[in-house]
């Protein structure tokens, strides 16, 4: 028998540890994980009658086990997001076989940027968010640090400054991550543009539940045809003039508000971003105008910690070798598990190393043509830029005044976001 429709929270009755608000907006508790299956019981009273099943039932049942993995927190249980485990197990196992042997090595370093690219394309395609990259990227980063500390600062070929340096290195990286963090710069409604603001105590059904855990957040719902007419201070209604053509391209069909100049809608954080540049994964957010400049210092960071990395470890395992040429020619590297395995990561860190040195120069071009990577891609697609260098370079011609300029328009730009992480408005 099932039980009652669970009942929306109340204001003023919080959440404990153990309750959520889940995906239907109920309030529920993470002991009843096992109970009110109706899609699971669905699913298995068709399979056993071997009757068809349903086209979105698969989803469903996903979706209510996703969300009814829970840890209890402060104010509300938060849900654990599967795609955190595959790095944390994966990981380490691919890289200690590859260290077994040559040829497993080489299989390994291939397939596993392959593998990566296709979970990237598929959850691209599906425009759904993922925290599988930014798990990647931060335990990639600690695994490295800590094979870095047992394998080669306890051979005592590293002294105390290079180990500072490394060690600075990450913590920089990590703090300027958690400042990109903060927000890419959501776009807020005008007053002009406001039609009514309303506060729900529940989630809506097409957010995720597990931001939210019961708390009031509020919705502002913007008129498009508020331009249409205004109301003067006497109290008159005074008719506006009609909405411009800019307008009208700038209007967001889904967040339902005029967007400014270069902002952009991201279709996987469901909202409109200031100058957006592009949904990156590996940080699961988006790059806008209020974490751009973070976003360029947390890669400049990193690859500079990684390339420093990669030159100690390659000079303790390979001591009689140039640096340079010692990734492609290590004799006797496989002799010995601990040097094989230092190997291995050096040249997995190279991969890394190399992708994000190729993401940071495409960043550096467009900055220095004033362009961002939205407006490139469509740019592309409407044939309105130059294409230079086989499309390394794109020039839109739109807001370029030339090199000195567009840096000092870069790195001078304000920032008026919110300075927190995403907050619990949502515009509709």
Known sequence: MRRGANKPPEPDDPLCCCEYVDRKGGRSHVAACCCDCEDLDEACDRWLKRESQKADSLSQVADTVTDRLRVPWLKGAKRFDLSLLPP????????????????????????????????????????????FFLSLALFSLAYMYYLFITEIVTRGDVTSTQLATVTTGVILTIISLIHTKRGPGYVKPHLSDTHSTVTYHS??????????????????????????????????????????????????????????????????????????????????????????????????????????????????????????????????VYSQYSSALCFTCAWYSSIVTGGLLHLLLLQLINVSYNVTEREARLALRDKTGRSLLGGLIIDTGVYSQGFSNNWAEFLTMADDSEPSSPTFTELV
């Open 88 to 131: 944390l197990l994966l990981l380490p196992i691919l890289l200690r076989i590859a260290a077994l042997h040559v040829f497993l090595g080489a299989v390994v370093l291939i397939a596993l940027p392959g593998m990566v690219l296709w979970y990237y394309y598929f959850t691209h395609r599906k425009k759904g968010r993922t925290l």
């Open 203 to 332: 989630p809506l059904p097409d957010k995720d539940s597990a931001h939210l855990n019961g708390v009031r957040h509020q919705v502002v719902i913007a008129n498009r045809g508020a331009a249409l007419e205004h109301r003067a201070n006497d109290g008159a209604v005074e008719a506006a003039p009609k909405q411009t053509d800019n307008k009208k391209k700038n209007w967001c069909t889904w967040c339902r508000i005029v967007r400014p100049p270069r902002a952009g809608h991201c279709r996987i954080c469901s909202a409109c971003i200031q100058r957006l540049d592009h949904h990156c994964v590996w940080i699961n957010s988006c790059v806008g105008r209020a974490n751009h400049r973070s976003f360029l210092m947390t890669l400049l960071l990193f690859l500079l910690t990684s390339l420093y990395g990669i030159s100690l470890v390659l000079r303790n395992v390979c001591p009689r070798q140039n640096v340079l040429i010692a990734l492609l020619y290590c004799p006797g």
